[in-house]
């Protein structure tokens, strides 16, 4: 059969997250407040990092990023899911599907490797600290920007790839309710043994590695600052606890779910809701409310707007 005739499916339908009508109303609801809330946070720990140039150092300038980058994260998923909820039918067309996996994996890689790239600005700040502001300097630091967003983009492009070169020709529901690597191949009309081993390869063994390589560069960093003064510690302690809550929630997920075969597990889904759309708007909340600076910046912030609105 030739590559253009392979592919007849032309939509998939989400099975969803639960088909209990009640468990759907009630993750609808906590969802939904959740966003609400916690986004418009990310958008203000952004504009307070712009506007503040006292947060003009390197660890803000990513902590921006950060911030940014799971904001788009989060609407990759949880808008379609908030619509999908409400929906009796839940459908998604063949090229949605795909553009959809495209940005979950191009942003997630680019979250993924930012935090290497954070992980690497705390080690030059605390191990090598005077040599930080020359090795960290804004030309390396937009450097290493340009680099995670390519990675990001170059992991996801390889495996929208390999999921265009499989043929669709028969099943078209997904068990889940977002399209994604594991649950889109198993709907394939063909053996996809050596394709799965792939993307374990592009998203396990990646992921698994940043996540090994992080908390060996956190373990050294924790090491050295043994010897350091009780406020440099402490302060140290500090950032370097928060950076690792955060790569144990951004990597826990993912390794549960892109390091093994592909085959259903009864926590999939809630670990993929995690995953999705509660652990990305958390991530820069969790670090902003354990840094003084930028709490502070933010009430400054705050502060001056609504002294101009009541004026």
């Known amino acids: 059969m030739e590559r253009e005739n392979s592919t007849v499916v032309t939509e998939f339908i ?7 009508q009640d468990i759907q109303l009630l993750v609808f609801t906590l969802v939904l407040i959740f966003y609400l809330i916690i986004l418009p946070g990310n ?9 503040d140039p006292g947060l003009a150092a390197p660890l803000y300038f990513f902590l921006g990023n950060l911030a940014f980058l799971d904001a788009s994260y989060s609407f990759i998923v949880a808008p379609r899911m908030l619509v999908d909820f409400l929906s009796e039918k839940k459908v998604i067309s063949y090229r949605g ?8 994996h191009f942003l997630g890689a680019g979250e993924m490797f930012l935090l290497v790239v954070m992980a690497f600005d705390r080690y030059i700040a605390i191990c090598c600290p005077l040599h930080y502001s020359t090795v960290m300097n804004p030309r390396a630091c937009y450097a290493l920007l340009v680099a995670l967003w390519l990675g990001g983009f170059t992991h996801s492009i390889v495996q929208v790839a390999l999921i265009l070169y499989l043929p669709f020709c028969g099943p078209n529901q997904l068990d889940n309710f977002f399209c994604d690597v594991p649950q889109v191949i198993k709907l394939a009309c063909t ?3 050596v394709v799965e081993l792939l993307m374990v390869s592009n998203s396990g063994l990646l992921t698994l590695l940043c996540f090994l390589g992080l908390l ?3 373990a050294v960093i924790l090491c050295h600052v043994k010897g350091h003064s009780s406020e440099g510690k402490n302060k140290a302690l500090s950032t370097c606890t928060t950076h690792i809550i955060i790569v144990f929630l ?6 549960f779910i892109y390091t093994r075969p592909f085959r259903a597990f009864p926590a999939d889904k809630v670990v993929s809701l995690f995953h999705t759309v509660i652990f990305p708007l958390m991530n820069p909340v969790i670090y902003t409310l354990r840094n003084q600076e930028v709490k502070a910046s933010m009430k400054r912030l705050l ?7 009541m004026q």
């Open 43 to 51: 958008f203000l720990i952004i504009l307070t990092i712009k506007s």
């Open 191 to 193: 053996d996809t043994f």
């Open 97 to 104: 599907c795909i553009i959809q996996l495209f940005f979950l």
């Open 303 to 309: 502060s001056r707007h609504i002294v101009c609105w």
């Open 250 to 255: 951004m990597f826990g997920p993912a390794i």
């Open 216 to 218: 060996a560069s956190y």
């Open 14 to 20: 989400f099975l969803g997250l639960t088909k209990s």
